[in-house]
Structures are given as C-alpha cells and as structure tokens.
C-alpha cells in the first residue's frame, strides 16, 4: 500500500504565538499488546492453531522464524495482523538503525501463498509507529487478490512464518497478532464504492469537547462519539481510539494541531501522523492530494495543521476494488469492507535527528470523528454447506449473549460479522437460542 506524506498548507493561529516553555516529559509506555497470551514455535509441527480473535506474543531480537497455523471453511476469507512498537537501547523517540518485521503464509505442503509480506522501519523513524504487516488469502474469485494461486484461494489450512531484521541494539517485540475469518456470502454482494462513495471527507472540529482518556493500544481504545476531543499529545507516543461503523457508513477523523485557540509552538521542529485501522487491522491511506494523514510543525511556529483521513462507503463488496478502481483514494479502499470498530491512532514525534534524545511540551490539540451515512444489512452468510447462519441485525454490535462491552469494547473479532465465523454449523442452533442482540450505545 502506497504511503504519502504531504503537507497541508498551513492555517496561521488567532493571535502572536510564542514558543512554548519544554518541560521534561516521560512519554508513557510503548504499544500495548492485547489478546490471549501465546508462544510462537520454532517447529511448524508443533505451532499453534490461531483461531479467530486477538493474541499477544514476544518476538526476540533475532531473525529465527517462528510459525503458527491458520484453518478456514471453504469460501470464507481470511486475514493474519501483527503489529508491535519496537524499542532500542539508549533511543527515545527515534529509530537508531533499520529494522523490519516478515510474515509468508504456505500450504501444508510448502506451496507459496504469501511469499514475503514485510514493514521496515527505518532509521531515524518514529519508533512509536507501529511495525505492522497484514496478509490476507481471500477465497477464489476476490479481485482484490487476483493473482493469488488458486490452490491457495481454495485451501483451508496454513502455516505462518514470522521472523524479524533487527539491529544489534535491537531488544524484544511485543506484539499483537489479529486473525479474522469472513463467512462465504450467498447471493449477489452488490457493487463496490464509486468515486463519490470514497470522496474526500472532512470533519469540522466542533465547541465544548470533554477530554477523553486515549488507549494505549487496540485493546484498551476507548469509544468516541461523533463530535471534538481536546488532547495533550506526548511526543514519542502514539494514542488509540476506536469508534463502531457498519455496512453503508463512513468514517472520518481530523486533527487540528495544535489546536488553533491555544496560542502554542513548539520549541523544536515535530512530525504528526493521524492514523485509521480497518477492524482486521488494515491501515487506510487515502490518497487525496487536498487533505494528509501527516505533517510537520515548525520549530516558533504557531501555524496549526489540520491533517485528516477517511474511509469509502464500507461495503463487503469493497474487496473488488483495484488498484486502478478509485484513482483518487487508492487500493486500500479494498480493505474497507467490514463493519466493526475502526480504530484511529494518533502519533508524535521530533522531526529532526538531533532532537532524538530532547524534551519536549505537550503540544495541545483537537481531534473530530464523525461516522456518516445510513446503516444497512451487511450480505447474507452461509456455511460451507450453503446453509444460512445467524446475520447480525442493523446496528448490532455482538450476538455474545449476556456479555457486556468492558472499558476496553467486546473483542474486535466478535463485533458484527466476526462472531459468525466462528461457529460450527452444529453449534449454531444451541448458540442462537442463548444469543441476546446488543445495540450499539
């Protein structure tokens, strides 16, 4: 996927800014981790089967490949997320020297499906931005993945390698690894986002927004309401959150940064990054030349930026989407096409090398997010054997039964669609008995 970094022609801020007084600022911990606790083989005999949801693993500073399984039905799809922040000794905000995280998926038998799926991180980046490789093996006929083997798009069984390129400075990665498998579809899935459906969307910062405390990863992001949040952004952290789309709606967020009535500069040169995570853990990176996910603020500036990001129209059938398909967002609109929790991250960090050990003032800011549009029944879901299964209603969030959303959100595989893939057709009358629909709040 392609990433740009364009900057936004500045909007001066009301009144004379003077630079802002840096005080020492620990930045709080590093990415968060959430999910079952697993342990990576070294063996593909006897790695561990992941079933769908969230698990959290270490991956230590060496290049050993470690594997785990992955297993599907005929026609569902499935996708494979890991995502960790790194760390080096004696660095603070800024990478020392390259390193990269690999993921291949094969068939039993040793037949390539994912070759060489990879992120690097290089040196001088920002070492709060996630390292981050998402795999997919949609089922046969996905556009989206037309040049996958047709023994993979047909298999239901995989084995993951995952191995690292670190640096001798290197230490070890926690990481978070989502896997979510999709239900075979029955009927027509109807047609993907057009041009105006993957448009540029702008939200509007609004009046009188309450703090809300940010998450520390996907696990613990709170929900945001549409609306406006005041933040206090650490350099060399990035904040999470996470707000509910479904089927038919849109998703956008803004930062304003800083905030255009706080009269703030800063004191050294900072580089910003607003992010947007699809439920599998797919970064969208809207093309659109008039509005970026990232810029940069100049040391005694009081210039505010205001960065953005959006979503299509999420539709199931968004996954036909090409790389020539929506010339104005790009080919990660394809991923867009789940309904569930779309987590937005946001990131600061020094925008020179020599400021990589500095101290810095917590930089006062505002971020908007809106979800738009009508929500509409998602397609309809069968089993293997074309025999329907449960669909979730407009608006449900789980058919968990009695469970109720802890602080940190219902685990992100059951939101909507992603508890149907895993029941077993023979559990499925016992499960919808007990099952009580939840709204969303």
């Given amino acids: 996927m392609r990433l740009r970094l364009l900057a936004l022609p500045a909007v001066l801020a009301a009144g004379v800014a003077t630079p802002a007084v840096a005080a020492p600022v620990t930045p709080r911990a590093a990415f968060e981790p959430s999910g079952e606790q697993v342990q990576a083989s070294t063996a593909t005999g006897s790695a561990k089967v992941l079933e769908p949801g969230s698990y959290r693993t270490s991956l230590p500073a060496d290049e050993t490949k470690r594997f785990f399984k992955l297993t599907r039905s005929p026609g569902e799809g499935l996708s494979f997320a890991i995502m960790g922040q790194p760390t080096e000794n004696g660095q603070k905000y ?42 997919t093996i949609d089922p046969t006929g996905a556009k989206r993945q037309s ?42 899935p109807g047609a993907p986002a057009t041009e105006a459906e993957a448009s540029l969307l702008r939200v509007e910062p609004q009046e009188g927004g309450e703090p809300v405390p940010a998450g520390q990863g996907f696990g613990d992001a709170p929900t945001l309401p549409n609306g406006t949040v005041p933040l206090d952004l650490e350099v060399g952290q990035q904040v999470f959150y996470k707000v509910r789309a479904g089927y038919g709606q849109r998703v956008a967020a803004s930062l304003e940064v800083p905030a255009n009535d706080k009269n703030f500069a800063p004191k050294n040169d900072l580089s910003v990054q607003l992010n947007l995570w699809t439920p599998q853990g797919v970064q969208l990176d ?99 054997q074309g025999a329907a299964l449960n669909q979730p209603g407009v608006g449900q969030v789980s058919t968990e039964g009695t469970q109720q959303d802890s602080a940190a959100g219902l685990p992100w595989w059951k939101i909507g669609v992603g508890a149907l893939a895993v029941l077993a057709a023979a559990a499925a009358c016992v499960w919808a008995i007990r099952a009580r629909p939840k709204l969303v709040e």
Avoid at 107 to 118: A, I, Q
Avoid at 300 to 327: H, M, Q, W
Wanted: aromatic share 8%; net charge negative.
């Fill in 94 to 135: 800024l990478a020392g020297q390259d390193q990269s995280l690999h993921v291949s998926i094969a068939l039993p038998d040793g037949t390539s499906c994912v070759s060489d799926d990879y992120a690097t991180k290089n040196k001088d980046a920002p070492l709060a931005q996630l390292l981050r490789v998402v795999s």
């Fill in 147 to 188: 040049f996958l083997n047709e023994d993979c798009a047909a298999a239901t069984s995989f084995t993951v390698s995952v191995w690292r390129e670190t640096p001798p400075a290197g230490s070890s990665l926690p990481v978070e690894i989502r896997v979510h498998r999709q239900p075979k579809i029955t009927g027509q």
């Fill in 286 to 384: 809207p093309g659109n030349y008039d509005l970026s996910r990232t810029g940069s603020l100049m040391a005694n500036s009081g210039e505010a930026k205001t960065l953005g990001v959006y979503t299509p129209t999420i539709k199931y059938a968004n996954r036909d989407i090409t790389f020539t398909s929506l010339s104005d967002y790009g080919a990660s609109a394809a991923w867009a096409d789940t309904a569930g929790w779309y987590y937005v991250g946001v990131l600061v960090a020094p925008g020179q090398a020599e400021d990589r050990n500095g101290t810095f003032a917590k930089i006062p800011s505002r971020l908007s997010v809106r979800v738009s549009g009508q929500e509409q029944a998602g397609p309809t879901y069968v089993n293997a």
